[in-house]
């Protein structure tokens, strides 16, 4: 059984990369980061998502992105609510972070002999990130297999992307055809303290369209206490 | 003017590399990381390094890569001596490591406006390492202009090597005539708790082979008190 890295929120997209990429045979490393994030929420709920998956090791890697800034993730800037357009990259963009966390998956991948990464971008309801994009993802590949020691070695790294031409509609459908628990999923960039989403956030809306098109009721609206 | 961010360490390679930068025009922020490696003084060592560089900036990131292990610069492995083998990637390579580093000088590039990054790799006196080679490099650039914010607005990072086809003795004396101050610059891995070169380290032994061939005393040698 091969060791997968999975970059793992806990949010809807990385729970349901984590199931397929379960279901495809990988033992999971399930990697989440500390990063300064102002949903900080999503590292309390990321342990209660991870717990459908038996057997998965779990990693928290701290990296404080505050020192870096320039996102409303990761700055005191205001998280935009009901945006209009989804062709701008929006202030939610956290300069070079999924490069980054990618950058760290290949090193634990190098460590955990794990050399399959998953990825839960997708380009459909991605909000202008340009990070989510098959482009991107190709050229990563080939800068870990050129650039790692594993690489060099003719190991090669795959960065799995299977949500990136899905809906998230379909995102959830396939979720829960896998079982996939979505309860414990935190998806806004902007709770209360308490844990409560704002809803009107992208990632809000986005989820809520989700649930709406596919037809199914958001679970986690049925969470009594949203903060555990 | 614009800005660079050059990766740098105080060792000869990326002060050699920052003085390029500075010589070409471009106003410096020279990023450092404090990654838990072995050889601390290359902190201390840096800093002192840096202030020939007028009106450089200075930022130092923190990193835990002993979190991920699996190299003699962040773990407890021995660092090898006077190692004979030039050809395989030893255990002083960190997984991943170069590649971290120029995630985050690119996500600092997008807040800084700073799109050349400057990158003190060679390949001639290189000790193996995979993300020392031009095609990495190459690959790393692609990446970064298809997954960032700057790229997709049609902004190009530029990822400058200038060292990388010099031998240390070159590297040495193209500094030599920009007027680099090599006295405080750090090379070693292993380290006494004093900050004394162990004299047998690759890096060790690259830099004493490179100022014999460039015909000059390394002037760290004239240095009375080696940890300040």
Redesign the interface.
């Given at each position: 059984m091969s060791n997968a890295i999975v970059l793992f929120s806990g949010g809807i997209d990385s729970t349901t990369t984590a199931a397929i990429a379960q279901r495809e045979g990988f033992s999971l490393i399930l990697l989440s980061f500390d990063y300064g994030q102002r949903h900080r929420i999503e590292l309390l709920k990321s342990q209660r998502v991870s717990e459908q998956f038996a057997g998965a090791t779990s990693i928290r890697?701290?990296?404080?992105?505050t020192?870096?800034?320039?996102s409303a993730l990761t700055s005191s800037m205001d998280v935009p609510k009901n945006r209009d357009s989804k062709l701008e990259?929006p202030v939610t963009?956290?300069?070079?972070?999924?490069?980054?966390f990618l950058?760290?998956a290949?090193?634990?991948g190098?460590?955990y002999q794990a050399y399959d990464l998953f990825y839960g971008a997708n380009i459909l309801d991605y909000s202008g990130y340009?990070?989510c994009?098959p482009?991107?993802i190709e050229?990563?590949e080939?800068?870990?297999n050129?650039?790692?020691?594993a690489?060099?070695?003719g190991i090669k790294f795959h960065i799995h992307a299977p949500l990136l031409k899905l809906s998230k509609a379909e995102i959830i459908r396939r979720g829960l055809e896998m079982g996939v628990q979505y309860q414990h999923t935190h998806s806004c960039y902007d709770p209360a303290p308490d844990g409560t989403p704002c809803g009107e956030c992208d990632s809000c809306v986005i989820r809520r369209k989700g649930f709406a098109e596919a037809g199914i009721e958001d679970p986690a609206l049925q969470n009594e206490v949203r903060y555990e």
């Open positions: 890697f701290p990296i404080d992105l020192r870096i800034g320039g990259i963009y956290v300069p070079a972070r999924n490069l980054i950058s760290i290949s090193a634990f190098e460590i340009p990070d994009r482009e991107f050229a990563l080939t800068t870990l050129r650039g790692t020691k690489g060099a070695e």
